[in-house]
């Protein structure tokens, strides 16, 4: 593990828990760390709002990542130079189903992204991988056994665009549940740094169906659900 000094996060490494949940949304992450016991905040630096507290008796940290892989990258880096070494992205995902509903809970055996990009940074002509760690793989699907929305497992497609040109009828007939655009990125990390992730997503739209994308305030009503899963696998 690198011991740079982080440039972006203003917070001491006594400030950061083992164990941490990030997720692009500092609104979200503010909800979030309302299920911490005494939280917190530790960092406002650049955006990326970060609260520690406790959960079940065990320390955790919620950090905000931001947009995309770039962001991602950063983040995830500054957080294990200060100490992380399990971490669970909760995000959203537009569901690549036609029966997935606003709410469901799809948690990532794998994630793929186009060659180069963030990732491409990396590795150069070999690609890390881009899986979770097993143990947390099955920690969250553990997790997930008594959720209350229904649960989809399965390999999801991590894009760097938002609004770029994607054919969803071609990454849905290829078997990707989902799509997003940070577990690629957080992944291959955790696999170059020797540290242990997983992810899980709220559905916030289907895109095969075009329906609406939820925001964090909408999808709110959801994150109960979605927070116990993740915080029981992260604590376990």
Known sequence: ????????????????????????????????????????????SRGYVIYTGDYSGKRVTVACHGIGAPS???????????????????GTAGGLLNEMKYGDILIASASFSKAGGTIGGYGGDVPPPTAPSPEMFKALVDASADS????????????DTFYGEIDLQELASMGYLGAEMESSTLFAISAI????SAALFMVSNNLVRGTKLLDARRLGEYLDNASRIAFRALTS
């Open 1 to 44: 593990m690198h011991s740079r000094t982080p440039l972006h996060i203003k917070a001491r490494r006594e400030d950061i828990a083992e164990r941490v949940v990030i997720s692009g949304d500092p609104d979200r992450v503010k909800q979030l760390s309302s299920f911490l016991e005494g939280p917190s905040m530790v960092n406002t």
């Open 72 to 90: 991602t990258a950063i983040v995830v880096e500054e957080l294990l130079m200060l100490g992380a070494k399990y971490i669970i992205r909760l």
């Open 148 to 159: 209350r929305s229904r649960v989809y497992v399965g390999p999801v497609y991590s894009g």
């Open 193 to 196: 740094r020797k540290v242990k």
